[in-house]
């Protein structure tokens, strides 16, 4: 299995210790970040769901919704050996990971197996902000349903299409930049996410 799974979550918070995921969306990508399919589902968190002014989502849109363990044997397919691409890619794949362990799902995903395309628009947009709303903007991409996972996760696969082409067409508007903590932030680098996403050992949900 090659390609990337573009996903956003919504949570009721921003702690992956304290909070949990709401609803789940993923695009599947090819290598040449082609859609191949799209899924999303709404889960039940066992809790109330939060900031329903930022997401929408109310707590009896989740009453009936599947529990996290519930939706593996689903989700667990569209990622497994695929280079994990979010906008902020550190908050989801901490709350996946976190709700891994909850499940008693044997695995966590690397950051080497993901892309973050918040920080790769440092090298591949304009000079500006990074937030999804501005860096869609930018990269002239529509986000009509923000804050919602499916279509936060079609704007993330849309940012690496767009970074993509124009590594592509050897267009960079950085040739180095640094994150807000001072890291560096290396160009392609979806490249080496594909390889570590190879060897990342995916296991079979056992329910």
């Not at 949570?11 to 210790?17: D, E, I, R």
């Not at 050996?81 to 695995?107: C, E, T, Y």
């Not at 704007?155 to 690496?160: E, F, I, K, Q, V």
Request: hydrophobic residues 45%; contains cysteine; negative net charge.
């Amino acid at each position: 299995m090659h390609g990337f799974a573009a996903i956003d979550l919504e949570t009721t918070g921003l702690s992956p210790s304290s909070d949990r995921i709401i609803e789940i969306g993923v695009v599947v990508l090819d290598e040449q970040c082609r859609e191949l399919e799209q899924w999303s589902t709404l889960v039940n968190p066992g809790r109330p769901v939060g900031a329903t002014f930022v997401h929408g989502i109310t707590d009896n849109d989740v009453a009936t919704a599947p529990s996290f363990t519930e939706i593996l044997p689903a989700l667990v397919p569209l990622l497994r050996g695929r280079a994990i691409v979010a906008h902020n890619a550190p908050f989801d794949v901490g709350f996946l990971n976190a709700a891994f362990g909850r499940a008693s799902f044997p695995l966590r995903i690397p950051a080497a197996a993901t892309v973050d395309t918040l920080e790769q628009s440092r090298i591949y947009l304009p000079e500006g902000r990074h937030s999804l709303v501005a860096a869609t903007a930018r990269a002239g991409i529509p986000l009509p349903t923000h804050h919602r996972a499916l279509g936060d996760a079609r704007a993330a696969a849309g940012l690496l299409r767009v970074y993509m082409e124009r590594e592509a067409g050897g267009v960079r508007f950085a040739e180095e930049a640094r994150t807000r903590d001072g890291a560096p932030v290396y160009p392609r680098s979806w490249m080496p996410a594909l390889k570590a996403a190879a060897y990342v050992p995916w296991p079979d949900p056992l329910f």
